[in-house]
């Protein structure tokens, strides 16, 4: 026997045997059970989601003469003679390939005669947006006065392009793409049938590389097989050209810790390896889109993605480490990259210099790069104003009751009386708590006692205290949350909790980025020469590079 491709060998006699668009079977098996059959069918959907093996197996299940379940019975006479593809009756037409006046002329004559072995004849038109407009026309006077005895199916990849007065006449389904899972069941039955010796992993990679089209992913599996019976999943990445993830893994960690000398060594061995820059770079995409999605979905991408369980644990534990930004702009880059390596003489190169640019984003001047500076930045000045904080604690302390605002004055009389407190000193307050750990025992109170405050506190970070005033930043775009919090009742709150965890009279300020900034510009020169003083005390320093 001639050898015949798997998709066709697979291809669904009837429609219990269809993977997948099972709304779409039910439907129509009940119009066939009904008789209530439309002059006209529109069927989109992307390639190999199974519109052309419908569009047939309806075609026969109209004629049959006694329909199963709505499916063909492959039995009676009209069944048997229309299994010969050579029959009357359907008449398959492409128009990607006949798109001319003459086909319109044939097929304004042709649907003057009725059927010859059964009910209807049936017309199956693939890629019926390719017709010409002469053609469009002789099909849509054939739509508008249709011959009892005729039924067009028009399938198509693209609905947007055909007219209006064609939609409107059609009774349209949409073919979703078929889940890998689905796939997956089809073609391990198909492999098994070849007698080849297929794992699942490699199984799973082609019914995810085929996304969602049935035929492509049974032409991947046949190529494979011609390599010989033993398909793994090297087997298959190699024949679609594609990454390992471990590699993947390595690459995007390189990418993530801005070690330029280890991606480069990575792009150098992935060639060495025989394998294509456009292939790796889309592999990149995917690899980087499925790490996003980690993040903003969590488990759920093993059902999104059709991920294996221990993929998406690898997914879940890798992503944690790279902050969404990063990898929406390595994404991004990657994206970009895909497109312009069509028309790049190097496409090494392009890769290089994409790969480098993720790596070094600390000196590129765009947003999201900023961004992530400005966090690094933020981190850094709270952790230092929280050591400074504890430094004027120390002050406090020794000045009692300061509830009046941080005046030059005070700060000058504190400087005074703490001159030898330089050193930075933990235990601050009558309750032996630092600042640091009288915030978090009063929020911790707050907690407890009043959740609506603390959830509102949750919005934004401790900024640091002056003596016995704590300050309360807002996260950015959390600016409406500071009036809240400064109104006085809930103020009250928040500073007899305070009080109680300091053990002195304590007050409590939130304040916006905005207000911060300006309030640091208003404080006076004095007062700040005062607080360094206190800090590192009087002498001058020679500063040494
Ligand atoms: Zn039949």
């Known amino acids: 026997m001639a050898y015949q491709a798997l998709y066709r060998q697979w291809r669904p006699k009837d429609f219990s045997h269809m993977v997948g668009q099972e709304a779409i079977v039910e439907t129509l098996r009940h119009q066939v059970e009904t008789g209530r059959i439309p002059h006209a069918y529109l069927f ?3 390639r190999g989601t199974g519109k052309t093996s419908t569009a047939k197996i309806l075609a026969r299940a109209i004629n049959c003469e006694h329909p199963k379940n709505g499916d063909p019975c492959g039995e009676c006479d009209t069944c048997r003679q229309m299994e010969n593809e050579d029959n009357l009756d359907i008449i398959e037409m492409d128009a990607a390939s006949n798109r001319g006046i003459d086909d319109a002329r ?4 042709s649907v003057k005669y009725p059927p010859q072995i059964g009910k209807y004849k049936v017309y199956i038109i693939d890629e019926v947006h390719m017709l010409t407009k002469e053609a469009f026309n002789a099909l849509l006077k054939t739509l508008e006065e249709p011959p009892a005895h005729i039924v067009f199916i028009l399938a198509t990849t693209e609905p947007q392009q055909l ?7 059609c ?3 949409d073919f979703g793409r078929i889940p890998a899972r689905q796939i997956l069941g089809r073609l391990r039955e198909a492999a098994d049938g070849a007698g080849a010796e297929a794992t699942d992993g490699a199984l799973m990679a ?3 590389a085929a996304e969602g089209g049935m035929r492509d992913a049974l032409s991947i599996l046949d190529m494979c097989i011609g390599y010989g019976k033993k398909v793994d999943e090297a087997l298959v990445q190699s024949v679609l050209g594609t990454s390992d993830r471990a590699f993947l893994f390595r690459f995007s960690k390189a990418l993530a810790e801005e070690n330029a000398a280890e991606t480069i060594r990575l792009i150098d061995e992935m060639m060495k390896g025989g394998k294509e820059p456009a292939a ?3 592999s990149v995409s995917e690899h980087l889109r499925t790490m996003l999605t980690a993040k903003c979905c969590g488990e759920a991408i093993a059902e999104i993605l059709d991920l294996a369980d221990d993929t998406t644990a690898e997914y879940l534990r890798e992503s944690e ?3 969404t930004s990063r990898l929406m702009k390595m994404l991004e880059a990657f994206m970009q990259l895909e497109t312009e390596l069509k028309y790049m003489s190097s496409p090494r190169i392009g890769l290089e210099n994409t790969s480098l640019k993720c790596c070094l984003r600390t000196s590129e001047p765009d947003t999201l790069a900023i961004n992530d500076r ?4 933020e981190n850094q000045i709270s952790a230092l104003k929280d050591q400074i904080a504890k430094g004027v604690c120390v002050a406090a302390e020794a000045a009692p009751a300061p509830k009046e605002k941080n005046t030059a004055a005070s700060a000058g009389k504190k400087a005074e009386t703490s001159r030898p407190a330089a050193p930075v000193q933990k235990t601050l307050t009558p309750t032996g708590r630092s600042a640091d750990e009288t915030w978090k025992e009063a929020v911790r109170q707050l907690q407890k006692g009043e959740p609506a405050i603390h959830g509102m506190l949750l919005m934004g970070s401790y900024a640091g205290s002056n003596g016995t005033n704590y300050l309360w930043k807002a996260n950015p775009g959390f600016d409406i949350i500071v009036a809240s919090l400064n109104s006085a009742e809930r103020k009250k709150k928040i500073e007899e909790a305070l009080t109680a965890a300091a053990g002195v009279p304590s007050t409590f300020q939130a304040t916006d980025m905005q207000s911060e900034i300006k309030k640091n510009e208003e404080a006076s020169d004095e007062e700040y020469v005062a607080g360094l003083i206190e800090t590192f005390g009087a002498e001058p320093v020679d500063v040494v590079e």
């Open 374 to 377: 400005i966090a690094e930045l």
């Open 106 to 109: 044939t097929l304004r004559e």
């Open 206 to 208: 082609i019914a995810r």
């Open 163 to 169: 007219p209006t007065t064609i939609l409107s006449r």
């Open 321 to 323: 480490h790279i902050p």
């Open 44 to 46: 989109c959907g992307s």
């Open 280 to 282: 790796f770079a889309k």
């Open 171 to 173: 009774q349209r389904f």
